[in-house]
């Protein structure tokens, strides 16, 4: 927890690049500049229900690929000079051995159907998720990066979908990361969004 709160973790790296449903530049600007006094949004209720329903997807993923090692993530992985940071879901070795890691996200049909389910049928995760899994991929020295979302209603399904790995994402999150801790020690922060942010300016 102590490492966590210096860095940037891949659950909210993708704030720095494109559109994050959970938090703003701003106020990953506020938490990191007054720890413990801006909520980490990082225990929203949807990523609480993750966290609570992680394990049946894990089982269900041993299930469904039994040629495949799967293991639990219990550690945290850093860069300790961007510091950027993640703890994966799962550590994978697939059928030929190669590691990887599937991210595990919890969602609920309507959702997966409106965001995630593309007009020809194919499944696509929202760009913050690609870019968590690319990070946690590279954080782990991983071949391969997955999304798994465990999508919960009359039934459970657990569609496994690739991610690429593209340097060019690693490198422009290590750029804009670097940015940031920039920014939190000369300035200047990132502009406010009255509407999502708040919450962040008035806890600060």
Do not use: C
């Amino acid at each position: 927890l102590a490492l966590r709160e210096q860095d940037v973790t891949a659950s909210v790296a993708a704030t720095l690049v494109t559109n994050h449903p959970f938090i703003t530049p701003h106020e990953l600007y506020r938490v990191k500049s007054y720890p413990g006094k801006v909520a980490d949004p990082e225990e929203s209720k949807p990523m609480r229900r993750g966290r609570l329903l992680e394990p049946v997807a894990v089982e269900m993923m041993r299930e469904d690929r039994p040629e495949w090692t799967i293991a639990r993530g219990q550690h945290y992985y850093r860069d300790p000079v961007v510091r950027l940071g993640a703890t994966p879901d799962t550590l994978v070795l697939d059928e030929r051995g190669r590691p990887g890691i599937v991210q595990i996200k919890s969602v609920d049909p309507f959702t997966f159907k409106n965001k995630w389910t593309q007009s020809d049928g194919s499944i696509e995760p929202p760009l913050w998720i690609g870019i968590q899994a690319i990070i946690e991929a590279h954080l782990t020295g991983s071949e391969w990066a997955a999304v798994a979302p465990l999508v919960v209603g009359v039934g459970i399904e657990l569609p496994i979908i690739l991610i690429p790995i593209h340097a060019g994402v690693i490198e422009r999150i290590n750029e804009k990361v670097t940015e940031f801790w920039t920014r939190i020690v000369e300035g200047p922060d990132y502009e406010a969004d009255p509407v999502r942010d708040y919450r962040a300016i008035e806890a600060a």
